[in-house]
């Protein structure tokens, strides 16, 4: 064996024990890593060997540790990590009776509650693969998912029947929470009431997560993802000090890949995840207080709309029990992140990624308060590099096309195609650039900057820039034809209540900070921004705005 060959070999060997003591003192840290009995450390290994690292091992696995722990709060009260086993049996029985086979769509359309988690978990022991809709899909979006993935079946609320209706879904249909009288169809409740709790034999294959992509540009495409795995929880756990046996607010819906996520992470911290159908900004303070949880997961809108409530009604409320604030799913804007802690605390984390690439980055308190707008530092088992538009990678300091390398990079849309891969790792679609601290600052998708009058313009710095002014609440900004300069930005913007600036005065706000090519031509205001229930901005519903 050759010098060279020896060093390398030596380097590998190197790199992986250190990522292995990495990942146990990460994993010790968080409360994963625990002292068992030999009866427990069997079922464990049972569990996972029979399930795999997906959603079914996880669950199967978190209720031989903690069986008596409670699993999930919802509206309807509580049930234990056994009881969430023995239900998701008892479902998965109800649809293999009724013909759902390994490899089979069954589609998914539900709030945060017990159902949501009964249908994905049972869905998940069938082999099956679990296909997570959007609550605000319109009729036509709901249909065309439906019928491109090939649903076998779909599971939703009672509230979605009209849509459901209207999209022309003819397979069959399970009611996953009931508002009114359900006639004689089926619900996810009356289906566990007659199927067997016993424990069930592993399918040969393991089903996959579905996820969607936000659609803010089209018709949202499938981003499967199979079992999870420690490289994933270490990296996030790296950087976010969760803790097991904690109680976690999940606001942010658990059809999205943030609020999966934090359903997976509970299973496998053994945490108590509480839930509430619909979010509201009074209601999530209260449910934090109520159940004193110590987590609190989030997409930026949400924060949004809980710092609009009156400032007496943020001061009744001591979140002190809240040791971490987790937001992701869209850009945090303006000083957002700033105006959270001065109110709260120091506990907010900010993570950038996509439904492609998973998380790319994690903003911690310090950082935000170094440079608010940061996305953060990648974390361990994460590779985060830039390149220019011919494939390479940019020097210090410069701006180019962000590509992420981790565990959980999905395997390519369900309906054919992928993002653009470079030495291995994957396009996020953004534009970006790092910091001397070694900090990723995300400057907008890579499909919406303009150029004008010869220099390119990202609407992100813009939408920023004006997001600061004390009356501006929120802002979106898009590209339109200028004589003069070719291309110029028009921003949409939401004044807080009684706000009064002109068009005039926001012009030379962006004047005063930013490169007069950059100060928007015009200004429409709005009463709210169109979003998405991920609370991502439909720019497609503002591009031909005529007032």
């Keep these: 064996m050759t010098g060279s060959l020896v060093d390398k070999v030596a380097a590998r060997v190197a790199a992986e024990a250190k990522k292995q003591a990495t990942a146990?003192?990460?994993?010790?840290?968080?409360?994963?890593?625990?002292?068992?009995?030999?009866?427990?450390?069997?079922?464990?290994?049972?569990?996972?060997?029979?399930?795999?690292?997906?959603?079914?091992?996880?669950?199967?696995?978190?209720?031989?540790?903690?069986?008596?722990?409670?699993g999930v709060i919802d509206e309807?009260?509580?049930?234990?990590?056994?009881?969430?086993?023995?239900?998701?049996?008892?479902?998965?029985?109800?649809?293999?009776?009724?013909?759902?086979?390994?490899?089979?769509?069954?589609?998914?359309?539900a709030r945060n509650h017990r159902g949501f988690l009964d249908a994905a978990l049972a869905i998940s022991k069938l082999g099956a693969h679990v296909l997570l809709l959007n609550t605000a899909f319109a009729a036509p979006q709901l249909g065309e998912v439906c019928e491109r993935e090939q649903a076998k079946a779909i599971i939703h609320d009672q509230e979605f029947d009209g849509l459901v209706d209207a999209a022309g879904v003819s397979v069959p249909r399970i009611l996953a929470w009931v508002d009114g009288d359900p006639g004689d169809?089926?619900?996810?409740?009356?289906?566990?009431?007659?199927?067997?709790?016993?424990?069930?034999?592993?399918?040969?294959?393991?089903?996959?997560?579905?996820?969607?992509?936000?659609?803010?540009?089209?018709?949202?495409?499938?981003?499967?993802?199979?079992?999870?795995?420690?490289?994933?929880?270490?990296?996030?756990?790296?950087r976010i000090p969760l803790r097991s046996n904690w109680r976690v607010h999940v606001a942010a819906p658990l059809f999205h890949t943030w609020g999966?996520?934090?359903?997976?992470?509970?299973?496998?911290?053994?945490?108590?995840?509480?839930?509430?159908?619909?979010?509201?900004?009074?209601?999530?303070?209260?449910?934090?207080v109520e159940h004193q949880c110590q987590s609190f997961v989030v997409i930026p809108v949400m924060l949004q709309r809980i710092l609009r409530l009156p400032q007496a009604t943020l001061d009744s409320y001591d979140l002190s029990c809240v040791?971490?604030?987790?937001?992701?799913?869209?850009?945090?804007?303006?000083?957002?992140?700033?105006?959270?802690?001065?109110?709260?605390?120091?506990?907010?984390?900010?993570?950038?990624?996509?439904?492609?690439?998973?998380?790319?980055?994690?903003?911690?308190?310090?950082?935000?308060?170094?440079?608010?707008?940061?996305?953060?530092?990648?974390?361990?088992?994460?590779?985060?590099?830039?390149?220019?538009?011919?494939?390479?990678?940019?020097?210090?300091?410069?701006?180019?096309r962000i590509f992420v390398g981790n565990s959980m990079l999905f395997e390519g849309?369900?309906?054919?195609?992928?993002?653009?891969?470079?030495?291995?790792?994957?396009?996020?679609?953004?534009?970006?650039?790092?910091?001397?601290?070694?900090?990723?600052?995300?400057?907008?998708?890579?499909?919406?900057?303009?150029?004008s009058g010869g220099e390119n313009v990202f609407p992100k710095e813009v939408e920023d820039c004006l997001a600061r002014h004390e009356q501006v609440v929120e802002v979106a900004a898009l590209g339109v034809d200028d004589e003069e300069f070719g291309k110029r930005l028009r921003a949409f913007v939401v004044l807080a209540p009684g706000g009064t600036v002109t068009e005039d005065e926001l012009r030379e706000h962006v004047r005063s900070n930013l490169a007069r090519y950059k100060v928007p031509r015009d200004f429409v205001f709005l009463d709210e921004l169109p979003r998405n229930a991920t609370g991502k901005i439909l720019k497609r519903e503002l591009v031909d705005y005529e007032g």
């Design 76 to 109: 309807l009260g509580s049930l234990s990590f056994r009881e969430i086993d023995e239900r998701s049996n008892a479902l998965a029985d109800a649809l293999a009776k009724r013909g759902v086979r390994a490899g089979d769509g069954v589609a998914l359309l």
């Design 24 to 70: 146990a003192r990460v994993l010790t840290r968080a409360g994963i890593i625990q002292p068992f009995g030999p009866v427990t450390l069997v079922g464990i290994v049972k569990a996972v060997s029979t399930w795999g690292m997906g959603l079914a091992g996880g669950f199967s696995a978190v209720a031989v540790r903690f069986p008596d722990r409670d």
């Design 260 to 288: 999966f996520a934090h359903l997976s992470m509970s299973m496998l911290l053994g945490n108590t995840v509480v839930l509430t159908r619909k979010f509201d900004p009074e209601t999530a303070l209260k449910t934090i």
């Design 413 to 451: 849309y369900t309906g054919g195609g992928h993002k653009d891969r470079i030495d291995g790792l994957m396009s996020s679609g953004d534009i970006g650039r790092f910091d001397s601290e070694g900090r990723l600052f995300v400057e907008g998708r890579d499909d919406e900057m303009i150029v």
């Design 323 to 400: 040791q971490v604030v987790a937001a992701s799913g869209s850009a945090m804007p303006g000083n957002l992140s700033i105006e959270w802690m001065d109110q709260f605390g120091d506990t907010l984390y900010n993570i950038y990624g996509s439904t492609e690439v998973a998380w790319a980055s994690v903003a911690q308190p310090a950082d935000m308060r170094a440079a608010p707008g940061t996305a953060g530092k990648p974390p361990v088992n994460t590779i985060v590099r830039l390149y220019d538009d011919q494939g390479v990678e940019v020097p210090p300091g410069g701006t180019g």
């Design 185 to 238: 169809r089926d619900s996810t409740d009356a289906l566990i009431a007659h199927g067997s709790r016993a424990a069930r034999k592993a399918p040969a294959s393991e089903g996959k997560i579905v996820i969607l992509t936000s659609g803010t540009t089209g018709t949202p495409k499938g981003a499967p993802r199979g079992g999870g795995n420690f490289d994933a929880a270490v990296a996030l756990l790296e």
